[in-house]
């Protein structure tokens, strides 16, 4: 992030002037989705964390506010991240209130909340954020995971989004230019 603007004047320098337009499209096209992207898993994790917050408010956990604000945070690691949120939550009902119905009670709004997440919230918020759709999203997801783990999971759209925009400046230059 600190040299990425002296690394773009360096890789600019390197392309030829034939494609120096399609090529600043490009960096500019990509830039864009990335930063959308962000824009839309920031719009995920805090309606997660607010769905966390008030489902467990409505079942009277103590420390819902801080509870839902992890999961939310933790929401942003596909499939693991939910697991991880929970954890305090269920420490949380068994030690402070001494129940293990309410840790159970913690377990099923948080699955509510995450059916809720992974069925309409994430691939709306994310998929408009990136013009793309909702079952695109998916799975690009589940390939990213199925090739490269939690780390394809976390970088499958975003990738997904820079070849996508890359193909379309490319048609597009084609088209246009006759590159």
């Known amino acids: 992030l600190k040299d990425g603007r002296s690394f773009r004047k360096n890789v600019i320098k390197i392309v030829p002037n034939k494609y120096f337009e399609t090529f600043l499209c490009l960096l500019y096209e990509t830039n864009k989705q990335v930063g959308n992207y962000i824009r839309g898993e920031i719009i995920d994790c805090s309606i997660v964390a607010v769905l966390s917050i ?39 009902a068994i030690i402070d209130h001494h129940s293990g119905i309410m840790a159970l009670k913690v377990v099923a709004v948080l699955l509510v909340v995450q059916i809720i997440d992974n069925v309409a919230v994430s691939p709306l918020a994310v998929g408009k954020s990136v013009n793309l759709h909702p079952i695109a999203v998916i799975i690009s997801v589940t390939l990213g995971g199925a090739l490269m783990g939690i780390w394809g999971m976390l970088l499958a759209v975003p990738i997904f989004c820079a070849l996508k925009v890359t193909f379309e400046v490319l048609y597009r230059g084609f088209i246009e230019y006759g590159i």
């Open 54 to 92: 008030a489902g467990l408010s409505i079942i009277g956990l103590k420390y819902a506010i801080i509870i839902g604000l992890v999961c939310g945070i933790m929401n942003i690691i596909p499939y693991l991240g939910p697991v991880m949120g929970m954890i305090p939550g269920i420490f949380i």
